[in-house]
């Protein structure tokens, strides 16, 4: 089993920083891509950044110069520095991990970690 695990949201005001990390941990030999998600109330899941394991990077045009997504892959742990946060980045932020198993990859999800932006 593999399990991820968010930590480091919270409630800040707009122009403010946060830094996410996703410690994934279990019976894991590699992790291709890492990613951040994000869900908003009354709104679909959307991409927020993507890192793969060589780490090529992916950032939804929304949070472009804004946010930095990075990742330590000794450590099996991904990061997404947010700056100059606004109210729209209010939401329940997930990470998701693709592991490969043989010749499939399997996706996993942490369980989230709130962002609320105070206008």
């Known amino acids: 089993q593999v399990q991820l695990v968010e930590s480091g949201g919270g409630l800040v005001q707009s122009g403010g920083s946060l830094r996410l990390s996703c410690a994934a941990s279990?019976?894991?030999?590699?992790?291709?891509?890492m990613g951040w998600y994000r869900q908003a109330p009354g709104k679909q899941r959307e991409l927020v950044a993507t890192?793969?394991?060589?780490?090529?990077?992916n950032y939804a045009d929304s949070v472009k110069g804004r946010f930095t997504i990075t990742r330590d892959n000794a450590k099996k742990t991904a990061y997404l520095q947010m700056n100059s946060l606004k109210p729209d980045d209010t939401a329940v932020y997930y990470c998701?991990?693709?592991?490969?198993?043989?010749?499939?990859?399997?996706?996993?999800w942490g369980q989230g970690t709130q962002v609320t932006v105070s206008s």
């Open positions: 890192i793969t394991s060589g780490g090529s990077t």
């Open positions: 998701n991990a693709a592991v490969p198993r043989g010749s499939l990859k399997i996706n996993y």
């Open positions: 279990g019976s894991i030999s590699s992790i291709n891509a």
